[in-house]
């Protein structure tokens, strides 16, 4: 108690000098707050718009089909793999969740086929992506049902709508020059290479701000696609969508289980990939990201750092008679450095605090009410990202960077504090 | 007024001031070795800030000219020249009559390297597989200096005149497609009267583009075969010009527009308006950056600068009651900070020289190759030390250090001497 408030009083000596590293203390954790909160957001904006679009979290493929991915490298039954898999992962959610039963589902599973087509309008031909979707289970795992500007997307039940009916982006709409009700004509080769040829009717367009999804993406109805493609009851992926990304590893894993646990009919040649897997590129971008601003993180700590050892190592040096006092009257070196560590941890302890509220404040606002910078729109569609940024509020972003601060604070009052060792207290005591 | 600043040049110009300057300018240099622990932390303190303003800038020029140039080379190029309606609706019908006498002779004059392109999507099949491409008609000589396509071969060769009758596709194309070279792969496109046209091509050469997307994205064949292919004469989907900088582009553009007023002529930062943002954002945020890094920096000047100031009060309140003028005590603080800014700046260029000149080389980021292609980097880094930002870096620390210190500095020349020198 004695050596807190001797501390705290010697804070206080020259409190200009005290306020001025405190301050650069409190600039630093507010950016490093306000930073890796706004990069923490964006990433998961990033992950979550560039997952739910479309791809899920986790899908089953056939081996190698991510690489190259080709008509023939189909799953056969892939209604069957779906509800199997599905079965599984609710037996392990069950299993468990035994006490809460009820729980609903955590996760959203459906099955696609896809294949290459020529869709010709009357006065255009383009070569796209062609889905097939299942209308039921499709508005659960991806966002463009959701996204239709004109038309509707399939309707459940309606089997005739379903089957002559084709859902395109608006980018192909527009190049296709057709709108709601146009007849396409859709023309492919099946997988057993017969001709896939169909006239469908354009039921519905989504506008998913992508450019090349809303370009070269068609979707039509599983069955209908299972059968122009002579699939029978083929598909090529089965898609997992988590309720929250932070349940994606755990069903990742699961669904690793049911593969190994040989439930799988037929023993096909099946994958399960992850996110990452699905978009290598997002998580390498992020990496990348994420190391050149903590190269920047750093030389700001550094930088704070050397201002803690400037301030700490004067208030050692103008002090030194009066240490060469004190440890005549018998106090060790040791516990005169352990004072200086004190009052440098009360001190750090003071940014951390200050930090930590003005970041918290700032970034609550901005978790709430977003904030956008101009002239950023195209770099942020280019990710996914719309361009108003909500930095994330977690106690990694909130308090990762002051307490790196903390810490290299303590560290760089070690110097000042190990020079007490040097001190004889005769010299010190005549020293000016 | 006009008196005091008469008196002002007299005493510059007088052997007095020299020799005022000369002793302040010592005893700055004195004070600052007073302490020679505080002042070496400051100097690290400086050099790292300054090393990392600008190492860090040259890291992000490096990569984002990279993108820049490997984008110009992808088929954005400098300047391009499209129909009107073309880059919303790239068909065949939206190409254009080749470029006018009068462009020619300017593009030649001015030694602007340019080329024409037919660019239509198409569906290119194997015996196995059907996928959607852009089919480029090109100009084999042209495309040498415009892309980087003819140096990307990796087996075969690539086309050899406009009317070559080969076809060359990408590694991952001809691996999805199950074909290789020599082997026969069929084009449909649509031609103007919307009637599909297609024809057979042996696959001559197979290129390897950085960002494996590219290399299932586009297939070439001679501009002649093309536009035959396509029964559309002499007419092309764009022109492209390169000059000899990305950043120079206005000059030619604004004639281009000129002399083709009635076609779509635009620079890349308008073609590919992610690139030409990267730019500003770029700018802008090389400057946000060397300025935080100062004000981390400023705290720790000013209060060394207090600090420095405050422990000899009593020598300046006895060189005042000596008679020595305020305005030298000033010019002496400023000074001291004057030298060790200085210090700090010469050590911070010298690391940043020393950390630069090991990596000109480029440093190897291929671990995260698949990220770097979704920014549109290439997956090496080359540092581009720009000398306008070691000047913007090394400018804005000496004006905004100087400026930070005026406020200390002023304090130290008012003193009261009387009371000064009975400050404890």
């Given at each position: 108690m004695l050596e807190l408030r001797l501390a705290w009083r010697n804070v206080w000596r020259h409190p200009r000098r005290t306020w001025l590293t405190v301050a650069a203390m409190v600039f630093c954790n507010v950016l490093l707050v306000f930073l890796i909160a706004l990069q923490l957001g964006n990433y998961q904006m990033m992950i979550d718009n560039t997952l739910q679009?479309?791809?899920?979290?986790i899908q089953i493929q056939k081996a190698g089909y991510q690489d190259e991915p080709s008509l023939r490298k189909s799953i056969d039954n892939i209604r069957d793999v779906e509800s199997s898999l599905n079965d599984y992962l609710i037996n392990q959610q069950s299993a468990s969740n035994a006490n809460t039963p009820s729980s609903s589902p955590r996760y959203h599973i459906s099955s696609r086929a896809m294949g290459f087509a020529l869709l010709s309008s009357e006065e255009r031909s383009y070569g796209v992506q062609v889905i097939g979707v299942n209308p039921d289970e499709e508005p659960s795992v991806s966002t463009l049902p959701g996204l239709i500007v004109e038309g509707s997307f399939f309707e459940s039940g309606q089997l005739e709508n379903n089957r002559k009916g084709i859902v395109v982006g608006k980018v192909l709409a527009n190049n296709l020059r057709v709108n709601i009700g146009d007849s396409i004509t859709l023309l492919g080769s099946g997988r057993d290479g017969t001709m896939a040829a169909d006239v469908l009717v354009v039921v519905g367009i989504f506008e998913s701000g992508m450019v090349d999804m809303d370009r070269s993406l068609a979707q039509i109805s599983l069955s209908h696609f299972q059968e122009l493609f002579s699939m029978a009851e083929g598909g090529h992926v089965v898609v997992i969508k988590a309720n929250?990304?932070?349940q994606a590893e755990g069903l990742y894993q699961a669904a690793l289980q049911w593969l190994n646990?040989?439930?799988?009919?037929?023993?096909?040649?099946l994958t399960v990939l992850n996110w990452d897997a699905l978009h290598p590129g997002l998580k390498q971008a992020i990496q990348a990201d994420m190391g050149s601003a903590i190269f920047m993180y750093a030389v700001l700590v550094v930088l704070v750092a050397f201002s803690v050892m400037n301030t700490q190592l004067m208030s050692v040096l103008e002090r030194t008679r009066e240490f060469g006092v004190v440890m005549s009257l018998g106090l060790r070196a040791g516990q005169l450095a352990r004072l200086v560590l004190l009052e440098t941890s009360l001190m750090a302890g003071l940014g951390l605090v200050l930090g930590v509220i003005g970041g918290g404040i700032l970034v609550g606002y901005l978790n709430v009410n977003g904030f956008s910078i101009s002239g950023m729109e195209e770099m942020a569609s280019r990710f996914n990202m719309s361009p108003v940024m909500y930095p994330q509020i977690s106690f990694i972003s909130i308090f990762s960077g002051p307490l790196v601060i903390f810490i290299c604070s303590l560290l760089a009052a070690v110097y000042p504090a190990l020079?007490?060792?040097?001190?004889?207290p005769i010299e010190a005591m005549r020293a000016v | 007024m006009r008196m005091e600043s008469a008196n002002e040049i007299d005493s510059l110009q007088s052997p007095r001031s020299v020799s005022n300057l000369r002793i302040v300018a010592t005893l700055a240099w004195r004070y600052l070795w007073r302490n020679y622990r505080r002042t070496l932390i400051m100097l690290a303190a400086i050099s790292i800030g300054v090393w990392a303003m600008i190492f860090m800038t040259a890291l992000t020029r490096g990569m984002v000219d990279e993108m820049i140039e490997s984008s110009v080379k992808?088929?954005?190029?400098h300047v391009q020249i499209h129909h009107p309606q073309y880059r919303s609706d790239p068909s065949v019908n939206n190409s254009m009559a080749p470029p006018s006498q009068q462009l020619r002779d300017y593009l030649d004059q001015s030694e602007l390297n340019w080329g024409m392109r037919l660019r239509v999507p198409a569906v290119i099949s194997s015996e196995r597989e059907s996928l959607g491409v852009f089919l480029m008609g090109v100009e084999p000589d042209k495309e040498l200096q415009l892309s980087k396509i003819s140096n990307q071969i990796n087996v075969g060769r690539f086309?050899?005149?406009?009317?070559?009758?080969g076809i060359v596709i990408g590694a991952k194309l001809a691996r999805r497609l199950d074909t290789e070279l020599g082997k026969r792969v069929v084009i449909m496109t649509q031609d103007p009267d919307n009637n599909i046209a297609d024809k057979g091509f042996r696959i001559v050469g197979i290129y390897h583009a950085e960002i494996a997307s590219q290399e299932e994205q586009f297939v070439f064949v001679g501009l002649e075969t093309a536009q035959t292919l396509l029964g559309?004469?002499?007419?092309?989907?764009e022109i492209e010009v390169q000059g000899?900088?990305?950043?120079?582009?206005d000059g030619f553009y604004q004639v281009i527009k000129e002399l083709v007023p009635n076609e779509e002529v635009l620079p890349w930062t308008e073609s590919d308006p992610y690139l030409g943002s990267m730019l500003d954002v770029m700018d802008g945020s090389i400057y946000i950056y060397i300025v935080v890094i100062f004000l981390v920096l400023s705290f720790g000047l000013v209060n060394t600068l207090v600090m420095a100031v405050f422990e000899r009060v009593r020598e300046i309140g006895l060189m005042l009651a000596l008679g020595m003028r305020g305005r030298l005590i000033m010019q002496q603080v400023l000074l001291e900070i004057l030298f060790l800014l200085l210090l700090g700046l010469c050590l911070g260029n010298l690391l940043v020289w020393a950390t630069v000149w090991p990596i000109r080389d480029g440093i190897d980021v291929s671990v995260v190759a698949e990220g770097m292609a979704m920014m549109g980097g290439g997956s090496t880094i080359y540092p581009a030390v720009y000398i306008s930002d070691v000047l913007v870096a090394n400018g804005v620390v000496i004006v905004l250090g100087l400026l930070a210190a005026i406020l200390p500095a002023y304090r130290a020349s008012h003193y009261d001497p009387v009371r000064a020198l009975n400050k404890t």
């Open positions: 679009a479309f791809s899920g979290h929250e990304f932070s646990a040989s439930t799988v009919p037929d023993g096909q040649d020079r007490l060792h040097f001190l004889r | 992808t088929f954005i190029g086309l050899e005149s406009i009317d070559d009758r559309i004469g002499e007419k092309v989907s000899s900088n990305f950043r120079n582009v």
